[in-house]
C-alpha cells in the first residue's frame, strides 16, 4: 500500500502546459519572472492591448503596413501614398498616452515608411516568403520564430528580415548575443538547408541595418541557453513572481498574486 501518512513526501508534478512552441519572448519572460512567464500564456489577447502604449503602436502598424504592402507586390508594385493609407488602416493612435503622441506617432509612421519606399522601390528584390512562420526543434523542445520578410539577395543567399522602427535598434554585437535573433537563424537555416542563410536588422530609422550570420558555434551557444531555459519551464512546478520594475509595465499584472 502507498504511503499516505503526513511524514510522506508530496508528489509534485509539474504544469500541463498547452503544448505549443517556445518564443525568444516566452524565455526571456520565464528567466526575469517564472511567474510572468505562466500567467502571459493565459492573458486574452484585449488583456495584452492595455499594455501596448504608443511606440509598440507605431512599430507594429509599421511593420503590418510593410508586409500588406509585400503581399500586394512590393514597393516596385505600391505606391507610397497606397502605403501610408495601409498604415492608417492598421494604426491604432487611442492607446498613446495624449493626442500629440498620437500625431507626432502617426506623422513619423508616415515619414519613415515614405523613406523605406523611396530607398527600396527601385531596387530588384526576389521575394520568397512574406510573413513566415518558422519553427526549429532543438533538444526536444520546439521553438518559434518569426521573419517579417525572406529574400533571396543577389548574392544566392535566403535572408530574413526584421523591419524596426524603435529609436535605438540593437547593435551588430546585440543581434550575435540575442536568442531571439540567433532562434530565428536557426529556423531559417531548417526551412532552408545547405542554403547559404542570414537574418538583417533593418532599423527604419537610421535607413541601415545588419545582416549577420552565425557561425556553428555561435549559434550552439545561443540554442544550448535556449535549451536550458526550456527544460526548466517544462519541469517546473512553481513558477514565483519575482517583483521589480518591470511589474509596471507586464502584461500579467492584473493577474499576478503578488501585485494583489
Known amino acids: 500500500m502507498p504511503d499516505r501518512s503526513d511524514a510522506a513526501p508530496e508528489i509534485v508534478e509539474p504544469i500541463d502546459l498547452p503544448d505549443r512552441p517556445f518564443t525568444a519572448r516566452n524565455l526571456a519572460d520565464y528567466h526575469q519572472c517564472p511567474q510572468r512567464f505562466l500567467l502571459s500564456w493565459f492573458v486574452p489577447r484585449e488583456e495584452l492591448r492595455k499594455f501596448v502604449g504608443g511606440p509598440l503602436a507605431l512599430q507594429?502598424?509599421?511593420?503590418?503596413?510593410?508586409?500588406?504592402?509585400?503581399?500586394?507586390?512590393g514597393p516596385s508594385e505600391v505606391p507610397?501614398?497606397?502605403?501610408?493609407?495601409?498604415?492608417?488602416?492598421?494604426?491604432?493612435?487611442?492607446?498613446?498616452?495624449?493626442?500629440?503622441?498620437?500625431?507626432?506617432?502617426?506623422?513619423?509612421?508616415?515619414?519613415?515608411?515614405?523613406?523605406?519606399?523611396?530607398?527600396?522601390?527601385?531596387?530588384?528584390?526576389?521575394?520568397?516568403?512574406?510573413?513566415?512562420?518558422?519553427e526549429v526543434e532543438c533538444g526536444g523542445h520546439r521553438f518559434v520564430a518569426a521573419a517579417d520578410l525572406i529574400l533571396r539577395e543577389p548574392d544566392g543567399g535566403v535572408n530574413a528580415l526584421r523591419w524596426l522602427s524603435t529609436r535605438t535598434p540593437p547593435s551588430a554585437a546585440e543581434i550575435f548575443d540575442?536568442?531571439?535573433?540567433?532562434?530565428?537563424?536557426?529556423?531559417?537555416?531548417?526551412?532552408?538547408?545547405?542554403?547559404?542563410?542570414?537574418?538583417?536588422?533593418?532599423?527604419?530609422?537610421?535607413g541601415g541595418g545588419h545582416r549577420v550570420?552565425?557561425?556553428?558555434?555561435?549559434?550552439?551557444?545561443?540554442?544550448?541557453?535556449?535549451?536550458?531555459?526550456?527544460?526548466?519551464?517544462?519541469?517546473?512546478?512553481?513558477?514565483?513572481?519575482?517583483?521589480?520594475?518591470?511589474?509596471?509595465?507586464?502584461?500579467?499584472?492584473?493577474?499576478?498574486?503578488?501585485?494583489?
Open 60 to 73: 507594429g502598424a509599421v511593420r503590418q503596413a510593410l508586409v500588406d504592402c509585400y503581399r500586394l507586390g
Open 80 to 134: 507610397p501614398e497606397r502605403l501610408v493609407a495601409l498604415f492608417g488602416e492598421t494604426w491604432d493612435g487611442s492607446v498613446c498616452s495624449d493626442s500629440l503622441e498620437e500625431e507626432r506617432l502617426y506623422s513619423l509612421g508616415a515619414k519613415l515608411l515614405r523613406e523605406y519606399h523611396a530607398t527600396i522601390a527601385a531596387q530588384p528584390q526576389e521575394v520568397l516568403e512574406v510573413d513566415p512562420r518558422l
Open 178 to 206: 540575442s536568442t531571439g535573433w540567433g532562434l530565428l537563424f536557426a529556423c531559417l537555416r531548417e526551412r532552408y538547408p545547405n542554403e547559404d542563410v542570414s537574418v538583417t536588422m533593418v532599423s527604419l530609422r537610421r
Open 213 to 260: 550570420r552565425f557561425s556553428d558555434d555561435e549559434l550552439e551557444a545561443l540554442l544550448r541557453r535556449a535549451r536550458r531555459v526550456a527544460d526548466r519551464i517544462r519541469v517546473a512546478t512553481q513558477f514565483p513572481a519575482r517583483p521589480d520594475s518591470h511589474c509596471r509595465l507586464c502584461v500579467a499584472r492584473g493577474r499576478c498574486p503578488a501585485l494583489v
